[in-house]
Protein backbone atom coordinates (compact mmCIF):
# COMPACT_ATOMS: atom_id res chain seq x y z
CA UNK A 1 0.00 0.00 0.00
CA UNK A 2 1.37 3.18 -0.55
CA UNK A 3 2.22 6.14 2.15
CA UNK A 4 0.07 9.17 2.19
CA UNK A 5 2.18 12.15 0.92
CA UNK A 6 2.20 13.64 4.44
CA UNK A 7 3.72 10.29 5.63
CA UNK A 8 6.49 10.52 2.99
CA UNK A 9 7.45 13.89 3.65
CA UNK A 10 7.59 13.04 8.26
CA UNK A 11 10.07 10.22 7.09
CA UNK A 12 12.20 11.59 4.87
CA UNK A 13 12.75 14.06 7.71
CA UNK A 14 13.14 11.14 9.96
CA UNK A 15 15.99 9.43 7.70
CA UNK A 16 17.89 12.67 7.44
CA UNK A 17 21.37 13.39 9.26
CA UNK A 18 22.32 16.46 7.36
CA UNK A 19 21.84 19.87 9.86
CA UNK A 20 18.96 20.75 7.93
CA UNK A 21 16.10 19.25 5.98
CA UNK A 22 13.80 20.51 3.57
CA UNK A 23 11.10 17.56 2.05
CA UNK A 24 8.50 18.98 -0.41
CA UNK A 25 5.97 16.04 -1.61
CA UNK A 26 3.28 17.19 -4.94
CA UNK A 27 0.37 14.73 -5.86
CA UNK A 28 -1.15 15.81 -8.61
CA UNK A 29 -3.88 14.15 -10.66
CA UNK A 30 -5.52 14.98 -14.62
CA UNK A 31 -8.33 13.75 -16.39
CA UNK A 32 -8.18 15.22 -20.18
CA UNK A 33 -10.04 15.18 -23.36
CA UNK A 34 -8.61 15.90 -27.22
CA UNK A 35 -10.62 16.34 -30.25
CA UNK A 36 -9.53 16.83 -34.29
CA UNK A 37 -11.31 17.37 -37.31
CA UNK A 38 -14.77 17.47 -35.82
CA UNK A 39 -14.07 14.27 -33.92
CA UNK A 40 -12.87 13.28 -30.32
CA UNK A 41 -9.85 11.29 -30.47
CA UNK A 42 -8.70 10.61 -26.94
CA UNK A 43 -9.21 10.98 -23.13
CA UNK A 44 -6.72 10.68 -20.71
CA UNK A 45 -6.22 10.04 -16.95
CA UNK A 46 -2.73 10.71 -15.21
CA UNK A 47 -1.39 10.79 -11.60
CA UNK A 48 1.82 11.28 -10.30
CA UNK A 49 3.72 11.58 -7.18
CA UNK A 50 7.55 13.93 -6.99
CA UNK A 51 9.65 13.71 -3.63
CA UNK A 52 12.16 16.41 -3.54
CA UNK A 53 14.72 16.58 -0.83
CA UNK A 54 16.80 19.54 0.48
CA UNK A 55 19.45 18.80 2.47
CA UNK A 56 21.48 21.63 4.48
CA UNK A 57 24.99 21.03 5.71
CA UNK A 58 26.66 23.47 8.16
CA UNK A 59 30.91 24.42 7.69
CA UNK A 60 33.26 26.66 8.78
CA UNK A 61 33.14 28.12 5.43
CA UNK A 62 28.77 28.59 5.48
CA UNK A 63 25.96 26.13 4.97
CA UNK A 64 25.62 23.83 1.65
CA UNK A 65 22.95 22.62 0.03
CA UNK A 66 21.69 19.25 -1.94
CA UNK A 67 18.70 18.31 -3.91
CA UNK A 68 17.53 15.32 -4.96
CA UNK A 69 14.45 15.08 -6.94
CA UNK A 70 12.59 12.16 -8.35
CA UNK A 71 9.04 11.44 -9.70
CA UNK A 72 7.49 7.97 -9.40
CA UNK A 73 7.36 5.39 -6.86
CA UNK A 74 9.61 6.62 -3.72
CA UNK A 75 8.48 4.40 -1.16
CA UNK A 76 11.07 1.91 -1.83
CA UNK A 77 13.61 4.30 -2.40
CA UNK A 78 13.20 6.75 0.37
CA UNK A 79 16.37 6.23 2.16
CA UNK A 80 18.61 6.14 -0.83
CA UNK A 81 16.95 9.55 -2.15
CA UNK A 82 17.45 10.80 0.98
CA UNK A 83 21.09 9.83 1.93
CA UNK A 84 21.80 11.20 -2.03
CA UNK A 85 20.37 14.41 -1.16
CA UNK A 86 23.34 14.98 1.94
CA UNK A 87 26.04 13.40 0.03
CA UNK A 88 25.38 16.19 -2.51
CA UNK A 89 25.22 18.45 0.28
CA UNK A 90 28.54 17.77 1.80
CA UNK A 91 29.78 17.62 -1.37
CA UNK A 92 28.74 21.06 -2.12
CA UNK A 93 30.55 24.96 -1.83
CA UNK A 94 28.71 26.57 0.15
CA UNK A 95 25.18 27.95 -0.87
CA UNK A 96 25.52 31.87 -1.59
CA UNK A 97 21.62 32.52 -0.45
CA UNK A 98 22.68 30.94 3.02
CA UNK A 99 19.75 31.69 5.30
CA UNK A 100 18.37 29.64 8.71
CA UNK A 101 15.29 27.35 8.02
CA UNK A 102 11.86 29.47 7.91
CA UNK A 103 11.36 28.62 12.12
CA UNK A 104 7.02 27.55 12.14
CA UNK A 105 5.74 25.21 15.06
CA UNK A 106 2.26 23.60 14.11
CA UNK A 107 0.82 21.86 11.05
CA UNK A 108 -1.86 22.69 8.78
CA UNK A 109 -5.25 21.76 9.84
CA UNK A 110 -5.46 19.05 6.77
CA UNK A 111 -1.61 17.96 6.87
CA UNK A 112 -3.06 14.55 7.06
CA UNK A 113 -6.16 15.20 4.96
CA UNK A 114 -6.97 12.61 1.69
CA UNK A 115 -5.26 14.31 -1.23
CA UNK A 116 -8.04 15.40 -4.09
CA UNK A 117 -8.51 12.94 -7.37
CA UNK A 118 -10.01 14.09 -10.49
CA UNK A 119 -11.31 11.51 -13.30
CA UNK A 120 -12.82 11.53 -16.80
CA UNK A 121 -15.99 12.03 -14.98
CA UNK A 122 -15.16 15.61 -14.53
CA UNK A 123 -15.25 15.88 -18.24
CA UNK A 124 -18.11 13.86 -19.00
CA UNK A 125 -20.49 16.90 -19.76
CA UNK A 126 -18.31 18.13 -22.49
CA UNK A 127 -18.85 14.82 -24.80
CA UNK A 128 -22.27 15.73 -25.90
CA UNK A 129 -22.15 19.29 -25.98
CA UNK A 130 -18.99 18.59 -28.17
CA UNK A 131 -20.85 16.61 -30.30
CA UNK A 132 -23.60 18.82 -30.85
CA UNK A 133 -20.16 21.53 -32.19
CA UNK A 134 -19.03 19.32 -34.64
CA UNK A 135 -22.29 18.98 -36.46
CA UNK A 136 -22.28 22.49 -36.15
CA UNK A 137 -19.22 23.28 -37.88
CA UNK A 138 -19.22 19.76 -40.77
CA UNK A 139 -22.27 21.99 -41.71
CA UNK A 140 -20.49 25.66 -41.89
CA UNK A 141 -17.17 23.24 -43.85
CA UNK A 142 -15.04 23.99 -40.92
CA UNK A 143 -13.17 21.60 -38.86
CA UNK A 144 -12.53 21.83 -34.93
CA UNK A 145 -9.42 20.72 -33.13
CA UNK A 146 -9.21 21.15 -29.17
CA UNK A 147 -8.38 20.17 -25.52
CA UNK A 148 -9.94 20.21 -22.20
CA UNK A 149 -8.59 19.08 -18.85
CA UNK A 150 -9.40 19.15 -14.98
CA UNK A 151 -6.59 19.08 -12.73
CA UNK A 152 -5.81 18.49 -9.11
CA UNK A 153 -2.89 19.09 -7.36
CA UNK A 154 -1.79 19.10 -3.46
CA UNK A 155 1.91 20.13 -2.52
CA UNK A 156 3.21 18.37 1.49
CA UNK A 157 6.13 21.08 2.16
CA UNK A 158 7.86 19.81 5.80
CA UNK A 159 11.02 21.48 7.22
CA UNK A 160 13.20 20.34 10.00
CA UNK A 161 12.63 23.94 11.40
CA UNK A 162 8.87 22.45 12.07
CA UNK A 163 7.38 23.68 9.06
CA UNK A 164 4.42 21.59 8.06
CA UNK A 165 1.97 22.86 4.97
CA UNK A 166 0.17 22.17 2.75
CA UNK A 167 -1.76 23.48 -0.41
CA UNK A 168 -4.56 21.78 -2.59
CA UNK A 169 -5.47 23.88 -5.92
CA UNK A 170 -7.67 22.89 -9.03
CA UNK A 171 -7.11 23.69 -12.39
CA UNK A 172 -9.17 23.60 -15.60
CA UNK A 173 -9.09 24.72 -18.77
CA UNK A 174 -10.55 24.32 -22.63
CA UNK A 175 -8.83 25.54 -26.15
CA UNK A 176 -10.89 25.26 -29.51
CA UNK A 177 -9.43 26.07 -32.84
CA UNK A 178 -11.70 26.07 -35.87
CA UNK A 179 -9.63 25.69 -39.22
CA UNK A 180 -11.95 26.96 -42.41
CA UNK A 181 -12.22 24.85 -45.81
CA UNK A 182 -9.16 24.78 -47.19
CA UNK A 183 -7.13 25.99 -44.12
CA UNK A 184 -7.35 29.07 -45.20
CA UNK A 185 -8.31 30.68 -41.62
CA UNK A 186 -7.67 29.77 -38.68
CA UNK A 187 -9.49 31.19 -35.07
CA UNK A 188 -8.61 30.25 -31.62
CA UNK A 189 -10.97 30.63 -28.26
CA UNK A 190 -10.24 29.69 -25.01
CA UNK A 191 -10.95 29.34 -21.47
CA UNK A 192 -9.48 28.76 -18.24
CA UNK A 193 -12.91 29.00 -16.01
CA UNK A 194 -15.82 27.44 -17.57
CA UNK A 195 -15.84 23.91 -19.13
CA UNK A 196 -19.62 23.47 -19.12
CA UNK A 197 -21.97 22.40 -22.43
CA UNK A 198 -23.01 26.57 -22.37
CA UNK A 199 -19.18 27.14 -22.00
CA UNK A 200 -18.11 25.18 -25.39
CA UNK A 201 -21.06 27.04 -27.15
CA UNK A 202 -19.69 30.17 -25.97
CA UNK A 203 -16.19 29.17 -27.54
CA UNK A 204 -17.72 28.18 -31.03
CA UNK A 205 -19.49 31.31 -31.50
CA UNK A 206 -16.36 33.24 -30.90
CA UNK A 207 -14.54 31.30 -32.84
CA UNK A 208 -17.21 30.73 -35.78
CA UNK A 209 -17.36 34.72 -35.78
CA UNK A 210 -13.44 35.07 -36.69
CA UNK A 211 -14.07 32.10 -39.27
CA UNK A 212 -16.09 34.39 -40.53
CA UNK A 213 -14.35 37.59 -40.54
CA UNK A 214 -11.55 35.83 -42.14
CA UNK A 215 -13.36 35.43 -45.60
CA UNK A 216 -12.10 39.20 -46.38
CA UNK A 217 -8.17 38.83 -46.31
CA UNK A 218 -6.53 42.44 -45.90
CA UNK A 219 -2.93 41.93 -46.60
CA UNK A 220 -0.92 44.18 -44.20
CA UNK A 221 2.77 45.51 -44.32
CA UNK A 222 5.02 45.31 -41.63
CA UNK A 223 4.61 48.38 -38.62
CA UNK A 224 3.13 49.78 -35.92
CA UNK A 225 0.11 50.02 -35.49
CA UNK A 226 -2.58 50.41 -32.46
CA UNK A 227 -3.45 47.09 -31.22
CA UNK A 228 -5.98 45.31 -29.08
CA UNK A 229 -4.78 43.03 -26.92
CA UNK A 230 -7.42 40.26 -25.52
CA UNK A 231 -6.21 38.54 -22.27
CA UNK A 232 -4.71 35.68 -22.85
CA UNK A 233 -2.20 37.37 -25.12
CA UNK A 234 -1.51 39.73 -22.18
CA UNK A 235 -1.30 36.90 -19.72
CA UNK A 236 2.04 35.92 -21.83
CA UNK A 237 3.43 39.10 -21.92
CA UNK A 238 2.96 40.00 -17.92
CA UNK A 239 3.80 36.25 -17.08
CA UNK A 240 7.18 37.09 -18.46
CA UNK A 241 7.90 40.29 -17.53
CA UNK A 242 6.66 38.87 -13.73
CA UNK A 243 9.49 36.06 -14.48
CA UNK A 244 12.16 38.81 -14.85
CA UNK A 245 11.24 41.17 -11.84
CA UNK A 246 14.22 39.60 -9.71
CA UNK A 247 15.57 42.25 -6.94
CA UNK A 248 18.89 41.56 -6.98
CA UNK A 249 19.55 41.13 -10.67
CA UNK A 250 18.04 44.49 -10.96
CA UNK A 251 20.04 46.16 -8.52
CA UNK A 252 23.11 44.62 -10.37
CA UNK A 253 21.99 46.21 -13.65
CA UNK A 254 21.07 43.27 -15.22
CA UNK A 255 17.57 43.85 -16.07
CA UNK A 256 14.37 46.09 -17.28
CA UNK A 257 14.39 46.78 -13.80
CA UNK A 258 17.80 48.56 -13.46
CA UNK A 259 17.75 52.11 -12.81
CA UNK A 260 20.95 53.83 -14.86
CA UNK A 261 23.32 54.77 -12.94
CA UNK A 262 22.52 51.97 -10.17
CA UNK A 263 20.02 50.82 -7.96
CA UNK A 264 16.46 49.76 -9.51
CA UNK A 265 13.51 51.70 -10.95
CA UNK A 266 10.90 50.77 -7.93
CA UNK A 267 9.29 54.42 -7.72
CA UNK A 268 9.58 55.20 -11.27
CA UNK A 269 6.13 55.36 -13.37
CA UNK A 270 5.87 52.93 -15.68
CA UNK A 271 2.18 53.79 -17.17
CA UNK A 272 0.50 56.55 -17.29
CA UNK A 273 -3.14 54.27 -17.16
CA UNK A 274 -3.91 53.56 -13.77
CA UNK A 275 -2.61 49.80 -13.95
CA UNK A 276 -2.06 47.85 -10.65
CA UNK A 277 -0.19 44.73 -11.06
CA UNK A 278 -0.47 42.39 -7.85
CA UNK A 279 -0.13 38.74 -6.00
CA UNK A 280 -2.77 37.43 -4.06
CA UNK A 281 -2.33 34.00 -2.16
CA UNK A 282 -6.36 34.70 -1.20
CA UNK A 283 -7.62 35.87 -4.56
CA UNK A 284 -10.77 34.59 -5.38
CA UNK A 285 -10.90 31.47 -7.99
CA UNK A 286 -7.27 31.88 -7.72
CA UNK A 287 -6.39 30.74 -4.69
CA UNK A 288 -2.43 29.80 -4.26
CA UNK A 289 0.24 28.42 -1.62
CA UNK A 290 0.29 31.26 1.18
CA UNK A 291 3.66 29.87 1.56
CA UNK A 292 6.92 29.80 -0.69
CA UNK A 293 7.44 26.82 -2.14
CA UNK A 294 11.22 26.27 -3.83
CA UNK A 295 12.10 23.11 -4.59
CA UNK A 296 15.27 24.76 -6.18
CA UNK A 297 17.12 28.11 -5.67
CA UNK A 298 17.51 30.54 -8.95
CA UNK A 299 17.14 34.38 -9.15
CA UNK A 300 13.33 34.60 -8.28
CA UNK A 301 12.97 32.01 -5.10
CA UNK A 302 15.40 30.24 -2.21
CA UNK A 303 14.87 26.91 -1.07
CA UNK A 304 16.13 28.36 2.16
CA UNK A 305 13.20 30.45 2.41
CA UNK A 306 10.53 27.28 2.14
CA UNK A 307 7.60 28.02 4.07
CA UNK A 308 7.85 31.91 4.63
CA UNK A 309 4.48 33.03 4.40
CA UNK A 310 3.80 35.28 1.22
CA UNK A 311 1.16 37.85 1.09
CA UNK A 312 -0.98 39.94 -1.11
CA UNK A 313 1.78 42.20 -3.05
CA UNK A 314 1.36 45.39 -5.36
CA UNK A 315 3.85 44.71 -7.82
CA UNK A 316 3.00 47.89 -9.73
CA UNK A 317 0.47 50.17 -8.14
CA UNK A 318 -1.72 52.69 -10.26
CA UNK A 319 1.10 53.09 -13.05
CA UNK A 320 4.07 52.93 -10.56
CA UNK A 321 6.69 50.10 -9.86
CA UNK A 322 6.24 49.41 -6.16
CA UNK A 323 8.19 46.06 -5.73
CA UNK A 324 10.42 43.47 -7.29
CA UNK A 325 11.18 39.71 -6.55
CA UNK A 326 12.74 39.47 -3.25
CA UNK A 327 13.94 36.74 -1.32
CA UNK A 328 15.56 36.70 1.90
CA UNK A 329 19.04 36.78 0.79
CA UNK A 330 18.22 39.71 -2.41
CA UNK A 331 16.50 41.60 0.22
CA UNK A 332 19.25 41.81 2.86
CA UNK A 333 21.72 42.82 -0.16
CA UNK A 334 19.27 45.28 -1.94
CA UNK A 335 18.35 46.96 1.97
CA UNK A 336 14.67 46.62 0.89
CA UNK A 337 11.38 44.12 2.41
CA UNK A 338 11.59 40.91 1.79
CA UNK A 339 8.58 40.39 -0.96
CA UNK A 340 8.95 36.66 -2.12
CA UNK A 341 7.52 35.30 -5.60
CA UNK A 342 3.81 34.37 -5.36
CA UNK A 343 2.20 31.94 -8.09
CA UNK A 344 -0.61 34.04 -8.78
CA UNK A 345 -0.74 37.09 -11.21
CA UNK A 346 -3.49 39.54 -11.80
CA UNK A 347 -3.12 42.86 -14.21
CA UNK A 348 -6.15 45.42 -14.00
CA UNK A 349 -6.99 49.03 -14.34
CA UNK A 350 -8.99 51.43 -11.85
CA UNK A 351 -12.71 51.51 -12.96
CA UNK A 352 -11.71 49.53 -15.79
CA UNK A 353 -15.26 47.39 -17.09
CA UNK A 354 -15.12 47.30 -20.80
CA UNK A 355 -14.66 44.01 -22.40
CA UNK A 356 -12.98 43.04 -25.66
CA UNK A 357 -15.88 43.85 -27.92
CA UNK A 358 -15.75 47.20 -25.98
CA UNK A 359 -12.59 48.22 -26.95
CA UNK A 360 -12.95 47.15 -30.23
CA UNK A 361 -16.04 49.49 -30.95
CA UNK A 362 -13.76 52.30 -29.47
CA UNK A 363 -10.86 51.80 -32.21
CA UNK A 364 -10.86 53.94 -35.07
CA UNK A 365 -8.19 51.84 -36.38
CA UNK A 366 -6.16 49.73 -35.49
CA UNK A 367 -5.46 45.61 -34.79
CA UNK A 368 -7.15 42.75 -33.17
CA UNK A 369 -4.23 39.91 -32.15
CA UNK A 370 -5.91 36.75 -31.13
CA UNK A 371 -2.41 35.02 -29.57
CA UNK A 372 1.10 35.10 -29.85
CA UNK A 373 3.34 32.25 -29.71
CA UNK A 374 6.91 31.25 -29.66
CA UNK A 375 8.10 33.86 -27.50
CA UNK A 376 11.24 34.48 -26.98
CA UNK A 377 13.70 36.83 -25.11
CA UNK A 378 16.03 39.38 -27.51
CA UNK A 379 17.72 41.91 -25.03
CA UNK A 380 17.83 41.37 -21.76
CA UNK A 381 18.18 44.41 -20.35
CA UNK A 382 15.00 46.21 -22.34
CA UNK A 383 13.06 42.90 -21.96
CA UNK A 384 12.91 42.94 -25.73
CA UNK A 385 10.17 39.53 -26.60
CA UNK A 386 10.16 38.38 -29.95
CA UNK A 387 6.85 36.08 -31.45
CA UNK A 388 4.60 35.57 -33.71
CA UNK A 389 0.98 36.03 -33.79
CA UNK A 390 -1.39 32.95 -34.32
CA UNK A 391 -4.73 32.19 -35.04
CA UNK A 392 -6.26 35.19 -36.68
CA UNK A 393 -5.33 39.39 -36.88
CA UNK A 394 -8.38 41.04 -37.46
CA UNK A 395 -8.53 44.93 -39.00
CA UNK A 396 -10.46 47.07 -37.49
CA UNK A 397 -11.71 50.23 -38.54
CA UNK A 398 -14.27 52.58 -37.38
CA UNK A 399 -15.26 50.02 -34.43
CA UNK A 400 -15.74 47.06 -36.37
CA UNK A 401 -14.25 44.19 -37.62
CA UNK A 402 -13.74 44.48 -41.62
CA UNK A 403 -11.32 41.19 -42.15
CA UNK A 404 -8.70 39.03 -41.71
CA UNK A 405 -4.52 39.99 -42.33
CA UNK A 406 -1.89 38.09 -42.28
CA UNK A 407 0.44 37.23 -39.24
CA UNK A 408 3.43 38.95 -38.22
CA UNK A 409 6.13 38.25 -36.13
CA UNK A 410 6.55 41.05 -33.06
CA UNK A 411 9.28 42.78 -31.24
CA UNK A 412 7.68 44.14 -28.03
CA UNK A 413 8.87 44.77 -24.39
CA UNK A 414 6.10 43.81 -22.05
CA UNK A 415 7.54 46.88 -19.89
CA UNK A 416 7.77 49.41 -22.28
CA UNK A 417 4.39 48.31 -23.73
CA UNK A 418 2.32 49.17 -20.37
CA UNK A 419 4.21 52.62 -21.50
CA UNK A 420 1.37 52.74 -24.47
CA UNK A 421 -1.57 51.27 -23.16
CA UNK A 422 -4.43 53.51 -24.70
CA UNK A 423 -7.47 51.99 -22.66
CA UNK A 424 -7.77 49.21 -20.73
CA UNK A 425 -10.82 46.44 -20.05
CA UNK A 426 -12.10 44.67 -17.31
CA UNK A 427 -9.78 42.10 -15.78
CA UNK A 428 -10.82 38.67 -16.10
CA UNK A 429 -9.61 34.97 -15.53
CA UNK A 430 -7.68 33.37 -18.00
CA UNK A 431 -4.64 31.38 -19.21
CA UNK A 432 -1.53 32.18 -20.62
CA UNK A 433 -1.39 30.32 -24.44
CA UNK A 434 2.29 29.86 -24.20
CA UNK A 435 3.13 29.54 -20.77
CA UNK A 436 -0.25 28.83 -19.06
CA UNK A 437 0.68 24.91 -18.14
CA UNK A 438 4.09 26.79 -15.83
CA UNK A 439 2.04 29.31 -14.29
CA UNK A 440 -1.73 28.49 -14.51
CA UNK A 441 -3.25 31.42 -12.28
CA UNK A 442 -3.86 34.67 -13.82
CA UNK A 443 -6.71 37.32 -14.10
CA UNK A 444 -6.04 40.12 -16.94
CA UNK A 445 -7.33 42.56 -18.73
CA UNK A 446 -7.93 42.94 -22.72
CA UNK A 447 -5.96 46.42 -23.50
CA UNK A 448 -5.54 48.75 -26.41
CA UNK A 449 -1.79 49.68 -26.91
CA UNK A 450 -0.12 52.71 -28.95
CA UNK A 451 2.29 51.52 -31.62
CA UNK A 452 2.91 47.42 -31.15
CA UNK A 453 5.68 46.94 -33.08
CA UNK A 454 5.10 44.21 -36.11
CA UNK A 455 8.56 43.78 -37.00
CA UNK A 456 7.90 41.57 -40.02
CA UNK A 457 4.94 39.73 -41.96
CA UNK A 458 4.35 36.13 -40.94
CA UNK A 459 3.68 33.22 -43.37
CA UNK A 460 1.67 31.22 -41.11
CA UNK A 461 -1.32 30.63 -41.42
Not at 14 to 26: F, H, S
Not at 310 to 316: D, E, F, P, Y
Amino acid sequence: MRLPSHEIAERALEMCRADGCVAIVTEDSEANIRWADNSLTTDGLASGRRLTVVATVDGGRGTSAGIVAHRGDVDGRLSELVAAAEGAARAAEPAEDAQPLVDCAGADADWAAPVPETSVAALAALAPALGATFGEARARGQSLYGYAERGARSVFLATSAGVRRRADHHTGYVELTGRSAGGLGSAWAGSAEDLSAGGIASLYAQVDERLGWARRRVPLPAGRYEALVPPVAVADLMTYAYWSAGGREAAEGQTVYSAPGGGTRVGERLSDAPLTLRADPAEPGLECAPFVLAPGSDERVSVFDNGLPVHRTQWIDNGVLTALVQTRHSAALTGVPVTPHIDNLILEGAGASGSLADLVAGTERGLLLTTLWYIREVDLPTLLLTGLTRDGVFLVERGEVVGAVNNFRFNESPVDLLGRVVEVGAAVPTRAREWGEAFTHCAMPPMRVAGFNMSSVSQAV
